[in-house]
């Protein structure tokens, strides 16, 4: 069973960073896709960007392209999205997910994912 962990959500100004963390354990397939989607209440939940393993290619949705940045330290099992220039658009609770279907399944639906975090909030104040 994989357990993902996120961390590092909060309130920033517009025009401000944060960089959000999703730590993962308990994986045993060699190929998989993490992805970062975030949820409003009251709308569905949206791709933000995701990265396949081991191919290392990134995508990321047309809202945040040039503003965020999707990474993965191997060694320490951790996948991250560093979060530049933020909008009060971008206020949502961040989730982080994983799949193992890899190169094979869609990354940007949110349908194919298998392990979900519990999520983290962030603010963007204007």
């Known amino acids: 069973q994989v357990h993902l962990v996120e961390s590092g959500g909060g309130l920033v100004q517009a025009g401000g960073s944060l960089r959000l963390s999703c730590a993962a354990s308990g994986r045993t397939y060699r190929n998989w896709n993490t992805g970062w989607f975030r949820q409003v209440p009251g709308k569905e939940r949206e791709f933000v960007a995701g990265i396949r393993w081991p191919q290392r290619t990134t995508h990321y949705a047309d809202s945040v392209k040039g503003r965020f940045t999707i990474s993965r330290a191997a060694a320490e099992n951790t996948v991250y999205l560093q979060m530049n220039s933020q909008k009060p658009d971008d206020t949502a609770v961040y989730y982080c997910?994983?799949?193992?279907?890899?190169?094979?399944?869609?990354?940007?639906?949110?349908?194919?994912?298998?392990?979900w975090g519990r999520g983290t909030q962030v603010t963007v104040s204007s």
């Open positions: 997910a994983e799949d193992a279907g890899g190169i094979l399944s869609s990354i940007w639906n949110h349908a194919t994912y298998d392990y």
